[in-house]
């Protein structure tokens, strides 16, 4: 079953890397684009979540076929209340205790968290306990809007997609240049030349995390342009999934630039 057609080139790489190595992330977040076209990624990856096939999702399967109606027990939906403006923290406080439930049928449970952008600080703190130490075969996916409008604790916890790219903030350009540039140094650069890119970041928490979201991104559009089963594409798919990792351990280790850095140039030696 293939991608949604408005899903561009640049995510289809990745998405696909992702979920046909049954690795799908325990927190996605999904910004940008329409609201159909969000839920519609969502679905997908929920419907790839629960699907048993090998080739997933195969779209014929139970538990397909229970995702596509939106009666699978083990995918669950949480949005707006009648009348609310605001996702509320009671709201995340019930999805936090659910989520510890078994699974009825499927491999993995799945939360779809609509207007995640529409939590206010205590509902996305709430979030963010169950986000830091998942129970295992939980996969949270949040829409929104923008992720300039989440906590950036919350975003440094999600593997993010972005359906369209809209307008950058000063760091965001920054970072954006780190990444491109630290990308084209994993393939041609010196030891050295990737260190001495990264030691700006030593220091700061904000932009490492803005450079692990951005890497992410620049890992996409380098995946469009590599060939789908070479030893490039498959050493980026490898990374965006690493960098994951890296996103969480970073609210405890400012260096965690410079360790990624190490740890990134002896994968690629070892490749």
């Given at each position: 079953?293939?991608l949604?057609?408005?899903?561009?080139?640049?995510?289809?790489?990745?998405?696909?890397?992702?979920?046909?190595?049954?690795?799908?992330?325990?927190?996605?977040?999904?910004?940008?684009?329409?609201?159909?076209?969000?839920?519609?990624l969502?679905?997908?990856?929920?419907?790839?979540?629960?699907?048993?096939?090998?080739?997933?999702?195969?779209g014929?399967?139970?538990?397909?076929?229970?995702?596509?109606?939106?009666t699978?027990?083990?995918?669950?939906?949480?949005?707006?209340?009648?009348?609310?403006?605001?996702?509320?923290?009671?709201?995340?406080?019930?999805?936090?205790?659910?989520?510890?439930?078994?699974?009825?049928?499927?491999?993995?449970?799945?939360?779809?968290?609509?207007?995640?952008?529409?939590?206010?600080?205590?509902?996305q703190?709430?979030?963010?306990?169950?986000?830091?130490?998942?129970?295992?075969g939980?996969?949270?996916?949040?829409?929104?809007?923008?992720?300039?409008?989440?906590?950036?604790?919350?975003?440094s916890?999600?593997?993010?997609?972005?359906?369209?790219?809209?307008?950058?903030?000063?760091?965001?350009?920054?970072?954006?240049?780190?990444a491109?540039?630290?990308?084209?140094?994993l393939?041609?650069?010196?030891?050295?030349?990737?260190?001495?890119?990264l030691?700006?970041?030593?220091?700061?928490r904000?932009?490492?995390?803005?450079?692990?979201?951005?890497?992410?991104?620049?890992?996409?559009?380098?995946?469009?342009k590599?060939?789908?089963?070479?030893?490039?594409a498959?050493?980026?798919?490898?990374?965006?999934?690493?960098?994951g990792?890296?996103?969480?351990?970073?609210?405890t280790?400012?260096?965690l630039?410079?360790?990624?850095?190490?740890?990134?140039?002896?994968?690629n030696k070892?490749?």
């Open positions: 079953m293939s949604p057609d408005f899903v561009n080139e640049n995510l289809k790489g990745a998405i696909e890397n992702i979920i046909s190595t049954n690795r799908i992330p325990h927190a996605i977040l999904i910004e940008g684009g329409n609201t159909t076209e969000a839920r519609m969502a679905d997908y990856f929920a419907k790839s979540a629960v699907c048993r096939a090998y080739n997933k999702p195969c014929i399967c139970s538990d397909c076929h229970l995702a596509d109606v939106g699978h027990p083990d995918i669950s939906v949480i949005g707006l209340e009648d009348g609310k403006k605001n996702v509320s923290v009671s709201q995340i406080r019930q999805l936090r205790s659910n989520a510890f439930v078994k699974a009825h049928s499927a491999e993995h449970r799945v939360f779809i968290i609509e207007n995640a952008d529409k939590m206010n600080e205590q509902a703190n709430a979030l963010l306990k169950v986000l830091e130490e998942p129970p295992k939980v996969i949270f996916i949040l829409i929104a809007v923008s992720r300039t409008l989440l906590l950036k604790t919350v975003i916890r999600c593997s993010v997609f972005s359906l369209s790219s809209g307008e950058t903030s000063p760091d965001e350009n920054k970072t954006e240049n780190v491109k540039e630290y990308l084209r140094m393939f041609d650069g010196s030891e050295y030349e990737m260190l001495k890119l030691s700006k970041l030593e220091k700061d904000n932009l490492s995390d803005e450079f692990f979201s951005q890497l992410q991104i620049q890992c996409v559009e380098m995946l469009k590599s060939p789908k089963n070479g030893a490039r498959k050493t980026l798919a490898k990374l965006y999934l690493d960098i990792n890296y996103k969480e351990q970073l609210k280790n400012v260096n630039p410079l360790v990624f850095c190490t740890a990134t140039i002896k994968a070892e490749r």
